[in-house]
């Protein structure tokens, strides 16, 4: 399939509205609850939901199922190990969200996120040949 410019605008929306649900609608009280844990149930959880929305987004835009499930696989890895930074960093500061410093712990963890996405979607355009 041949990667237009409109395909990757639309793979880069569903990514960010996938992100969107996951982190801030989808999530429930065992996925944060204990995020300082490093094996940590809700974590896992939470890391498989994005992989699941990152499936359905590149399934949506015609990528080939060989082409996903390494990169989904790629992407549980990193969230939960981003989230699991963020969680620590939190619990060993004492950080609340009344802490400007819990704020900028956030906006590190979303920046880290948003850069995966940027990632995955180079892979996606190398396996498009775009690049």
């Not at 982190?23 to 939901?49: E, P, S």
């Not at 699941?52 to 549980?76: D, K, M, Q």
């Not at 004492?94 to 995966?116: K, N």
Request: charged share 10%; net charge neutral; with cysteine.
């Amino acid at each position: 399939m041949f990667a237009s410019y409109s395909t990757l605008l639309i793979l880069l929306c569903l990514l960010q509205l996938k992100h969107m649900l996951a982190d801030y609608f989808l999530q429930t009280g065992i996925m944060l609850d204990g995020r300082h844990q490093y094996l940590h149930l809700g974590r896992f959880l939470h890391a498989g939901v994005h992989a699941l929305g990152s499936l359905l987004a590149f399934l949506l835009v015609g990528s080939a199922i060989t082409f996903i499930l390494p990169v989904i696989l790629v992407e549980w890895v990193v969230h939960f190990h981003i989230d699991w930074w963020k969680g620590r960093h939190t619990a060993d500061q004492q950080l609340t969200p009344s802490d400007a410093a819990y704020w900028r712990a956030s906006g590190v963890d979303q920046a880290l996120h948003q850069l995966t996405y940027v990632g995955m979607i180079w892979l996606w355009l190398v396996s498009m040949n775009m690049v």
